[in-house]
């Protein structure tokens, strides 16, 4: 039973960090690509960030490069994105899923994906 667990967000000033975690369960970490995505009020949900299963390349929206970037352990089953120089647009739900397609021009999830609850993470002075 795959299973996913996000962690790690809260209440950050502008200019903060964060890193967010995704454990998972169930499933090898290296038979999916991972990805990061979220989701603020009234907003579209957005893909934040991916990893690719099998080399490992790692991908990223416009709104966060340069400022977040994705890891993962195989061994501890879990995927982190590190968050800096946060500023009040990053204020959202942070959801991981597994099947992710990542590529240079977009960050999708799949259609047969499995999802964590999310963890919040909010921005503000």
């Known amino acids: 039973h795959v299973q996913l667990a996000e962690s790690g967000g809260g209440l950050v000033q502008p200019g903060g960090s964060l890193r967010l975690s995704c454990a998972v369960s169930?499933?090898?970490?290296?038979?999916?690509?991972i990805g990061w995505f979220r989701q603020a009020p009234g907003k579209e949900r957005e893909g934040v960030s991916c990893?690719?299963?099998?080399?490992?390349?790692?991908y990223y929206a416009d709104s966060v490069k340069e400022r977040f970037t994705i890891t993962r352990s195989d061994d501890k089953k879990t995927v982190w994105l590190q968050m800096a120089n946060l500023n009040p647009e990053d204020t959202a739900l942070y959801f991981c899923a597994t099947e992710t397609f990542c590529s240079r021009e977009t960050i999708i999830p799949g259609p047969g994906g499995s999802w964590g609850q999310g963890t919040q993470v909010t921005v503000s002075s």
């Open positions: 169930g499933f090898p970490l290296h038979y999916y690509n």
């Open positions: 990893m690719n299963d099998s080399d490992g390349g790692t």
